[in-house]
């Protein structure tokens, strides 16, 4: 079992920025791949950002390349996504979710094992 807890989202201005946590507990971090993804209403589960096991395979989708960073602490079980010039096409609710299986940076929703509870983006015009 692999516990995951998401913080950092809320009410940010066109071209703001944030930066979420997730802090996961229960396995060996190190041991899985780690994966941001977003959902916005009416809308399917999405891809946003994936790293590998000890951080040196990283992937993003289109839309974010050159905005988010994703990047991990294996000593503080926690990964981050650093959100910059945030645009309202970013507000969504967000999920980091753990790949046990995975060593590398997965895009596919199936792929992960273990998901948080989510964290509401919202990005004013």
């Known amino acids: 079992q692999v516990q995951l807890v998401e913080s950092g989202g809320g009410l940010v201005q066109t071209g703001g920025s944030l930066r979420l946590s997730c802090a996961a507990s229960?396995?060996?971090?190190?041991?899985?791949?780690m994966g941001w993804f977003r959902q916005a209403p009416g809308k399917a589960r999405e891809f946003v950002a994936a790293?590998?096991?000890?951080?040196?395979?990283?992937s993003y989708e289109d839309s974010v390349k050159d905005r988010f960073t994703i990047s991990r602490d294996n000593a503080k079980n926690t990964v981050y996504l650093q959100m910059n010039s945030l645009k309202p096409a970013d507000t969504a609710v967000y999920y980091c979710?753990?790949?046990?299986?995975?060593?590398?940076?997965?895009?596919?929703?199936?792929?992960?094992?273990?998901w948080g509870q989510g964290t509401q983006v919202t990005v004013s015009s």
């Open positions: 229960g396995r060996t971090f190190s041991s899985f791949a």
């Open positions: 790293i590998s096991t000890g951080g040196g395979i990283v």
């Open positions: 979710a753990a790949d046990l299986m995975g060593r590398s940076a997965r895009h596919q929703v199936a792929a992960y094992d273990y």
